[in-house]
C-alpha cells in the first residue's frame, strides 16, 4: 500500500493495513496509546487499524440512523501512525466524496494533527474538515478529546434555526446533556481549507462540553473514545427530536423539576460509558450480519 504525502512524495507502509483480528473488537473507553509505551510498529499499526474499524462503524451507523447528509459532514478519532515523529499523532476521517454506507477501515485517511499534512491515504477530507476538526482538537477546554463527530443531523439544525434552540429539560433523554452544551449563534461563512480560524473558534465556543448545537449549521459532539462520541451525537439527536415534535402540537412544553432534572442526570451520567460502548457494540454486530466483509 502506497502513501502519497502532500509535499508529493510517496512512502510504502512496512506491513500494509494489519490483519483484521480474528476476535471481534471492541471499543474501548481511551485511546490505548495514551495508556502505555508502544515501541514497536506492530502495536502502532493494531490501534491504528483499531481505531479505523471504530471509526468506520461510527460513519456507517450515523448513515444508519440517516443523520448524514450527503456526501458532507465528517468524524474523526485521533490514532497514533508510523508517518509521524514522536508520539505525535494523526487524525483519521474519510476522505471526501465516498458515501457513508460505503465507509470502511481502508477508505480513511490521515492528517497530521501539528502539520496538517496528509500522511495515510492519498484523497484530501471534506473541505471545512480539516480546518473545524484541528481547530477543536487545539482549542476545546476539554480534556481527552479524541473523537470529534459532525453531521447536520435533522432535528438538532431544526431547533438550531430558532431563536431560543436551547434543550428544555422536558424527557429522560434530556437530562443527559444538562449543562453539558454548548450554543453557537454566531454563524460566519463556512470553514476552508486555507485557514483554522472558524476550528478555533468553535473550539473556543465549545469550552468544556461534549457538545455543541451549531446555529444554522448542525451538531458537534466529543469524546473520549469513538462510542462516547458516536452516544452522544445519537441521543442528542433524539433529545431535539422529542423536542421539535412536542413544540408541533402546539401545546406548552411541560418541563422536569430542576430537583428531578438533576438527579436524572446524574443517574444517567454515571452509566453512561457502559451503555455508550453496549450501544456501539450492538451497532457494530448488527453492520457486521448486514456487511458481512466492512471491516475487512
Given amino acids: 500500500m502506497l502513501v502519497t504525502l502532500r509535499r508529493g512524495k510517496t512512502s510504502k507502509l512496512t506491513h500494509n493495513l494489519p490483519k483484521r483480528p480474528q476476535q471481534r473488537f471492541k471499543a474501548t473507553t481511551t485511546l490505548d496509546i495514551q495508556n502505555k509505551s508502544v515501541n514497536n510498529e506492530e502495536e502502532i499499526w493494531k490501534e491504528n487499524w483499531k481505531r479505523r474499524c471504530e471509526l468506520a462503524t461510527a460513519y456507517r451507523g450515523l448513515a444508519k440512523y440517516n443523520m448524514h447528509e450527503g456526501v458532507c459532514n465528517h ?40 502539520t496538517g499534512e496528509l500522511v495515510e491515504g492519498k484523497e484530501p477530507p471534506e473541505i471545512t474538515a480539516q480546518s473545524i476538526h484541528m481547530g477543536i482538537y487545539a482549542h476545546a477546554r476539554k480534556k481527552e478529546i479524541n473523537c470529534i463527530m459532525h453531521t447536520h443531523a435533522m432535528y438538532t439544525s431544526i431547533l438550531g434555526t430558532l431563536q431560543d434552540p436551547g434543550i428544555q429539560m422536558i424527557h429522560q433523554t434530556s437530562t443527559r446533556f444538562l449543562n453539558n452544551v454548548s450554543y453557537d449563534q454566531d454563524f460566519p461563512l463556512m470553514a476552508n481549507q486555507t485557514s483554522n480560524q472558524e476550528g478555533e473558534r468553535l473550539g473556543r465556543v465549545l469550552g468544556n462540553k461534549e457538545v455543541l448545537m451549531m446555529g444554522h449549521h448542525g451538531l458537534a459532539t466529543v469524546g473520549k473514545s469513538v462510542a462516547m ?10 433529545a431535539a427530536e422529542i423536542q421539535v415534535k412536542a413544540l408541533q402540537t402546539g401545546q406548552p412544553l411541560k418541563l422536569l423539576s430542576t430537583e428531578i432534572a438533576i438527579d ?33
Fill in 229 to 238: 462520541a458516536f452516544d452522544l451525537h445519537y441521543y442528542f439527536e433524539k
Fill in 75 to 114: 468524524l474523526s478519532v485521533k490514532t497514533p501512525s508510523l508517518h509521524t515523529k514522536g508520539e505525535r499523532q494523526l487524525m483519521l476521517t474519510a476522505p471526501y466524496g465516498i458515501y457513508w454506507t460505503e465507509v470502511t477501515p481502508r477508505h480513511l485517511v490521515g492528517v497530521d494533527l501539528e
Fill in 264 to 296: 436524572t442526570h446524574a443517574q444517567m451520567v454515571d452509566c453512561q460509558e457502559f451503555t455508550a460502548h453496549a450501544h456501539f457494540d450492538a451497532l457494530q454486530k448488527t453492520l457486521e450480519r448486514e456487511y458481512p466483509s466492512f471491516l475487512a
